[in-house]
Nanobody, 125 residues
Framework: VQLQAFGGGLVQAGDSLGLSCTAS????????MAWFRQAPGQEREFVAAISRSGAVTYPADSVKGRFTISRDNDKKTVWLQMNSLKPEDTAVYYCAADRTIMTVLTTTPDDYDYWGQGTQVTVSS
């Protein structure tokens, strides 16, 4: 499945920003989906994941209460709504798909099979 992420930009601390990730060909219905981010010189970091049906979500502690992941399988799209942004949220954000048959959501990048191209989010102080 090919994924494309959109919506990055330059915002100020405290602002909100929404990212979207759309599959260009096949459905995302069979996949758990997630957002990761990577700042310069740092490891890729888990942000949030959502189950195939959308019934279960799992945000990282660093974004809990500020970021919300959601999906619409009919639209082949996953969103990440980011509120109360902080300078430390600055990173390239990637969406990813996990084709596992397991029900558990994983936070490990290597467990994800398909990746979008990334979109830059910059939060100024």
């Amino acid at each position: 499945v090919q994924l494309q992420a959109f919506g990055g930009g330059l915002v100020q601390a405290g602002d909100s920003l929404g990212l979207s990730c759309t599959a260009s060909k096949l459905t995302i219905r069979p996949y758990h989906m997630a957002w990761f981010r990577q700042a310069p010189g740092q490891e890729r970091e888990f942000v949030a994941a959502i189950s195939r049906s959308g019934a279960v979500t799992y945000p990282a502690d660093s974004v809990k209460g500020r970021f919300t992941i959601s999906r619409d399988n009919d639209k082949k799209t996953v969103w990440l709504q980011m509120n109360s942004l902080k300078p430390e949220d600055t990173a390239v954000y990637y969406c990813a798909a996990d084709r596992t048959i397991m029900t558990v959501l994983t936070t490990t990048p290597d467990d994800y099979d398909y990746w979008g191209q990334g979109t830059q989010v910059t939060v100024s102080s």
